[in-house]
């Protein structure tokens, strides 16, 4: 077994939220960063390679890696670029984990790369068991690697089982949710709802994509989805709560009705460090949780109705097969159309759900090009709705 205070990290997504507090995280346990991959931002990609001194980086944008060459061309690191480059820093030798924090379905291929290379995967990209989890947790299982969680929900019920007797003591299992920046306000308060607005978010800081998830509650419904993969629950046995105050990140109920929740501060270097040092726990750069100075905690029932995505991505669940892919791809057009303000806050969940009400009927996910098909039937049908070109 690894020693995890010298594991060595391969981060995909380096630039974005959940990778840059990887990289804090790993600079405060003193690891090791063998590769590092990102969109387009050069300039942060250069500091890191600079602090962290990687033998590889990817960048996904053709013209972005060309620039990075020339900024780090003084340096012993091997630069390359696009989905073959990222695939690359994902099966790379030297990682004994794999954090994938990329945002879409542009991580799932090397999310597949990095298991068949051996390697463990600090997941933190939800597209990738929503859309094609049947074929990722197979994949895992097959190889003998290890799926650890990185979203706080996820990380939650996974520190929860530590340590059970198994998938039959499972009862529920409670995924917690902040509520965003809409909480409790009816579908006419949301008719004219703005991106500024949706963006937020009164408690977690994450990147554009994910808060407006947040806002819409699809990152709850992409939640439940990616929990019945990991923990193989069924969506009868995954429940959703409101908890306004972050600070429990999720429950299990077990066969006889006890609940053990996960708590703590809501900053994502928590969720990430398990899974970086599982399963050791040591010291973190987080502050302590003080229960006395919240005063009391708060839970409530989400609205479904008014946040339909949360109500689809549980029917896509339900129907199994490629609706889950279709209901992922729908919410990431549909969002990039909200950013543009191309279409309405409400017009988000509308879409997510005719999309994947379209996508037929299959008894299992099958290839990874089915995925990505049923991903751009759904985008394609977004566009269409929206009266947008697809050029």
């Not at 949301?190 to 607005?197: A, G, I, K, M, S």
């Not at 669940?317 to 057009?333: I, S, V, W």
């Not at 999309?355 to 039937?377: H, I, K, L, N």
Request: charged residues 25%.
């Amino acid at each position: 077994m690894v020693n995890t205070m010298k594991r060595t990290l391969s981060v995909l997504g380096s630039t974005g939220s959940i990778g840059t507090q990887t990289l804090d995280v790993a600079r405060g346990l003193g690891l090791k960063i063998c590769a590092l991959a990102a969109n387009r931002n050069v300039a942060l990609l250069e500091d890191q390679i600079r602090e962290f001194s990687p033998r590889l980086a990817a960048v996904s944008d053709p013209a972005a890696a060309k620039r990075l060459r020339t900024a780090v061309r003084d340096l012993p690191v091997k630069v390359v670029e696009g989905m073959d480059g990222l695939c690359e820093a994902a099966r790379f030798p030297a990682a004994d984990l794999v954090c994938n924090s990329v945002v879409g379905m542009v991580g799932l291929r090397p999310t597949l790369a990095a298991i068949e290379a051996g390697k463990d995967v600090a997941l933190a990209n939800k597209e990738t068991l929503v859309a094609a989890g049947e074929l990722v947790v197979r994949a895992a299982k097959e190889r003998g690697v290890r799926l650890l969680p990185v979203d706080s929900e996820h990380s939650a019920v996974f520190q929860c089982l530590q340590g059970s007797p198994g998938a039959k003591a499972v009862r529920r299992i409670i995924l917690t949710a902040s509520g965003g920046p809409f909480f409790g306000k009816t579908a006419e308060e949301l008719r004219d709802v703005t991106p500024e607005q949706a963006l937020r978010h009164p408690t977690w800081r994450m990147g554009t994509k994910v808060t407006i998830d947040s806002a819409t509650m699809m990152n709850k419904g992409l939640e439940v989805i990616e929990a019945s993969r990991l923990f193989g629950v069924p969506d009868e046995r995954i429940d959703v709560l409101v908890q306004r105050e972050s600070v429990i990140h999720s429950m299990v109920e077990f066969a006889d009705h006890s609940v053990i929740a996960q708590l703590g501060v809501p900053d994502m270097r928590l969720p990430i460090q398990y899974a970086v040092t599982y399963p050791d726990r040591v010291p973190s750069r987080a502050e302590a949780l003080d229960l006395a100075q919240y005063g009391k905690l708060t839970f409530a029932r989400p609205d479904e109705r008014t946040f339909r995505c949360l109500a689809a991505c549980r029917r896509a669940l339900r129907r199994g097969g490629l609706a889950p892919a279709a209901a992922n791809g729908a919410n990431e057009a549909a969002v990039g159309l909200f950013l543009k303000h191309q279409i309405s806050f409400l017009e988000i969940g509308e879409l997510v759900w005719e999309a994947a009400e379209r996508q037929p009927d299959a008894e299992q996910t099958g290839s990874v090009d089915q995925v990505f098909e049923a991903d751009a039937a759904a985008r394609g049908y977004v566009l269409a709705a929206a009266g947008i070109s697809e050029r």
